[in-house]
């Protein structure tokens, strides 16, 4: 078991060096600008999404989960961010071309920018990492499926939450006082 430890972690350095991090800045700025966020991914990844909604959360800014019936609608100056591995999602990608109709802004975290939803998008977010269903050029991975993606997708949403901590000049105790407390 340490071995595949020890694989893995040398998978995820071969996609922090592969990961365009002006990129990744742009993207810093699509949230901090955004009235409302709004986020939406399925699965394992969508897993990932979901904690990434929740730590924004804990930022203070306007965010929801799409599935969750307290979301408000979408519109004009508001940002939908999915998670779309393979770029293929049926749902995913119908859920886009509406955010699209209602003019908010649609960025896009994918293993694959060259499938038919990173074609209507406003911003591709490329995590390099073996996908599940993917044809794109990324690191390859032993692990099945689309681990390795979902795995970095985590971690590249935990920096991109520490670097917005930073950017709002929030206090570790200001973001524990958004932590729920009705546990």
Not at 19 to 41: C, H, S, T
Request: aromatic share 8%; with cysteine; charged share 25%.
């Amino acid at each position: 078991m340490k071995n595949n430890y020890l694989k893995n972690i040398e998978e995820y350095k071969q996609v922090v060096e592969e990961i365009n991090w002006e990129d990744v800045e742009l993207f810093k700025q699509l949230i901090l600008d955004a009235n409302r966020i709004i986020l939406i991914g399925v699965g394992r990844e969508g897993l990932m999404t979901k904690a990434f909604t929740m730590r924004l959360m804990h930022l203070g800014l306007d965010v929801h989960w799409i599935w969750d019936e307290t979301t408000p609608s979408i519109r004009k100056g508001d940002l939908l961010i999915a998670t779309s591995g393979c770029g293929e999602i049926g749902h995913i990608h119908y859920v886009v071309e509406k955010a699209k109709e209602s003019e908010a802004k649609v960025a896009l975290v994918t293993g694959d920018p060259y499938k038919k939803t990173a074609k209507i998008v406003d911003f591709i977010l490329f995590n390099p990492a073996a996908v599940y269903l993917g044809d794109a050029k990324v690191v390859d991975s032993y692990q099945p499926m689309g681990n390795l993606f979902e795995q970095t997708l985590l971690i590249l949403f935990d920096i991109i939450i520490i670097d917005l901590q930073e950017a709002l000049d929030l206090t570790p105790s200001e973001l524990e006082a958004q932590h729920r407390n009705l546990e």
